[in-house]
């Protein structure tokens, strides 16, 4: 008699997260989770992890509804589980045992059965809380060890001593807990590891206990990592259905099924059943764009690993802040800053910390800039990593996070915090006028101001990438016929009407043709310098300009900061690569740039001085007025100056109104990208004329956000 395998069907939490960056609508994949359930399955992950957050954040579905209605469909008898994140609960910022307990209460009430309860350090005191939460609400705590593959030559955690050490300190803890599950969400551990890890774990724990294994097939191993689980020991797996499986997600149902043929182990399923679902779940998701990076093994990871739950959620974000092409080199980059963060699982939200302080080190320097998650991590605010992390990443991290190395546990700071918890919850709401309940408590712990936009009726859905067509090919542009030309610092309002060329006011006769037909009569009006002394100012990565710091004509000596970038919430200095004299300025404070955007150009010592500006029009009969100097361009009608959105993104808070005044560099409202807050500043002073946004849109790249008069 062949022994039954159970399984988990993940396609519904993990599967949307691996695959579509968590960003679903619940109405969309109801009727693919009752086909599920027609096919015989009845143990499914319904919620958690990435798949609470998302759904406000992206959305704008109600989590907590979504659960309702998953219970509804699959049924009284059917195991839901979610996904928790140790004190972390389901979001990337950890919280106090008030929230921690609140979670497990609220999620036992919405229809859920059994939570699986992680710490991406493996530091037990983060389960301790957390695990007796879960068990005290009245639901199945499935305890879990996270795992991944070291890169090559890196030795002092994941591997079996130190998985055996984890789940001895699970047991000397006395965390209650129904199963035990180990979990690769980058899918890099050798087979060879899972088979001694799972082997040491059933000798521990008895042949009574329920042993799961979950993978990812990122990289390749899934199928063979599984075989090895059930060799060893394990009793159940996580499997998923196309179209999200695979690739970043779990091993197909079907897959798992055709590689347990002729094995002593089986499924127990209906596989024409199964297939029949599949095709349901593929026809719920066939307008939702599939990124091509979620359906492939890569064989990279084992070297950055990245794991299939984070990974498109960073491909979807990039995307969207038009940054794709710089994922190559932030994935390279993850490797060190796995080594140097002291071994921390890749798994959220140490994996979101990985990537981000990778693209950090991508986009502004190695180790120049140090995210906050990563910094507070290597600090000891998260707990303690498996290897100390490296001594000079901690001592960066310090000084620019202005923060000690701690060793106290997360829950007694976060208890201490008035920033969190749900006495802060409760003020939130209340300023916001939202009613003060159980679920709106949470989500405004969880969620912060994107809940209360949530809860306010503000917020609308953004980033759920459906019905993504091929481009048509571009209608023809119409042709502008106004120009604001700007010519040696300058600027001249250009309109062309006919024969007749318009600037600043006064009408001039203009012929232009294609070529050069004559050189120029006096070359010397031309503010150029000699080609090989001219050095231009780059701009190192996306961003805002934030402050000039010299002007045209001034000098500058090598390594002297010139101007402040702002990105991703941080200011980036750019210093002069040689001395030399300021020669021409290309950008204004406010401006979006984009890399390698030349900012300025600096003349080395060989250079001409800046030449005069050049006559600003052709030639005209001697009666005709000099134009007057143009007016600056970014002038509004009534003569205010427009701040524009220097990026994509949604309006988390607005820090003034009408009325106000304002002065230069003054913050005046806050955007949200990229899971990351991005200050927006004054770039003049003058008073708020008018406010075009309202607090939850979603903006464009160069929408105006208001207007300083």
């Keep these: 008699m062949k022994k039954k395998v159970k399984f988990m069907c993940t396609a ?29 399955i009845t143990h499914f992950e319904a919620g958690g992890g990435a798949r609470f957050q998302a759904l406000y954040f992206y959305s704008n579905d109600d989590a907590f509804q979504m659960m309702d209605e998953f219970r509804q469909v699959a049924g009284p008898e059917a195991d839901l589980q979610t996904l928790a994140r140790g004190v972390n609960v389901v979001g990337l910022d950890s919280q106090p045992r008030d929230m921690i307990r609140l979670h497990a209460q609220l999620f036992k ?23 007796k939460a ?56 050798t087979p060879a590891v899972v088979f001694e890890t799972i082997k040491r774990a059933r000798k521990l724990l008895g042949p009574d206990m329920n042993i799961v294994f979950h993978s990812h097939e990122t990289a390749g191993v899934a199928i063979d990592q599984y075989m090895n689980a059930l ?31 002729g094995t002593e182990w089986d499924l127990d399923i209906d596989i024409n059943k199964i297939r029949k679902a599949e095709s349901v779940f593929e026809e719920c998701m066939k307008d939702y764009f599939l990124p091509p990076e979620a359906t492939k093994v890569n064989p990279e990871i084992p070297f950055f690993p990245l794991p299939g739950g984070a990974l498109t959620a960073n491909t979807q974000m990039l995307r969207d802040n038009h940054l794709m092409d710089k994922y190559p080199a932030i994935v390279e980059a993850m490797g060190e800053c796995v080594a140097k963060g002291g071994f921390g699982t890749s798994v959220t939200p140490v994996s979101q910390f990985y990537f981000q302080q990778a693209f950090n080190n991508v ?34 991290a310090a000084e620019q996070l202005k923060l000690e190395p701690t060793t106290e546990k997360v829950v007694d700071i976060n208890d201490k915090d008035p920033s969190k918890g749900i006495p802060a919850a409760k003020k939130a709401l209340e300023e916001a006028g939202v009613p003060v309940t159980d679920e709106n408590l949470f989500i405004a712990g969880a969620c912060k101001e994107k809940g209360i936009l949530f809860l306010t009726g503000k917020s609308k859905p953004n980033g759920v990438r459906k019905n993504v067509q091929p481009a048509a090919p571009a209608a023809a542009k119409k042709a502008c016929d106004a120009y604001t030309v700007t010519i040696n610092g300058k600027q001249y309002a250009v309109q062309f009407q006919g024969a007749n060329a318009v600037v600043n006011g006064v009408s001039y006769p203009v012929n232009v043709a294609e070529g050069i037909a004559a050189a120029p009569a006096q070359a010397a009006s031309a503010p150029v310098a000699g080609p090989a002394q001219d050095v231009p100012v780059k701009a190192p990565m996306p961003g805002l300009i934030l402050r000039l710091n010299v002007k045209v004509g001034d000098a500058v000596k090598k390594n ?22 300021v020669k021409e300025i290309s950008v204004k404070q406010g401006q979006q740039m984009n890399p390698d955007d030349v900012l300025l150009v ?17 030639a005209v009969a001697a009666a005709a007025p000099a134009p007057a100097p143009a007016p600056a361009p970014a002038a509004a009608p009534a003569g205010g100056t427009q701040v524009k959105a220097p990026m994509p993104g949604l309006i988390l808070r607005i820090d003034c109104k009408v009325g106000d005044k304002v002065k230069k560099n003054q913050e005046i409202l806050v955007m949200e990208a990229m899971k990351m807050e991005n200050e927006i500043f004054a770039p003049c002073d003058g008073t708020i004329a008018e406010i075009s946004v309202k607090q939850g849109q979603q903006m464009n790249p160069d929408d105006v956000l208001l207007i300083i008069g």
């Design 12 to 40: 519904f939490r993990d599967g949307f997260q691996s695959v579509y960056g968590a960003r679903v609508f619940t109405k969309d994949f109801m009727p693919a989770v009752q086909a599920a359930c027609d096919a015989g």
């Design 109 to 131: 009430k919405h229809g859920i059965s059994t939570i699986r309860n992680f710490d991406a350090l493996n530091d037990v005191n983060n389960l301790i809380d957390s695990g």
């Design 363 to 396: 986009m502004f320097g190695p180790w120049k800039k140090i995210a906050e998650g990563y910094g507070k991590m290597v600090l000891g605010y998260f707990g303690k990593t498996p290897v100390a992390p490296d001594p000079e990443v901690v001592k960066v």
């Design 231 to 261: 060799e060893a020991g394990a009793t159940q797996l996580d499997l998923s259905m196309s179209p999200c499986s695979g690739g970043t997600c779990q091993p197909d149902i079907i897959t798992m099924w055709h590689a347990l043929r």
């Design 560 to 581: 002297q900061m010139v101007l402040v970038m702002e990105a991703m919430k941080m200011e980036n200095e750019v210093f002069a690569p040689c001395d030399g004299i």
């Design 602 to 618: 600096i003349s080395g010592s060989g250079s001409a001085a800046p030449a005069p500006a050049p006559a600003p029009a052709p």
């Design 134 to 189: 879960i068990h005290d609400a009245g639901l199945r705590h499935e305890v879990t060890i996270t795992m991944m593959a070291l890169p090559p030559n890196a030795t002092g955690a994941h591997d079996p001593d130190f998985y055996e050490r984890v789940l001895r300190q699970i047991l000397d803890a006395d965390i209650p807990f129904d199963s035990l599950c180990f979990k690769d969400a980058s899918g890099t551990s």
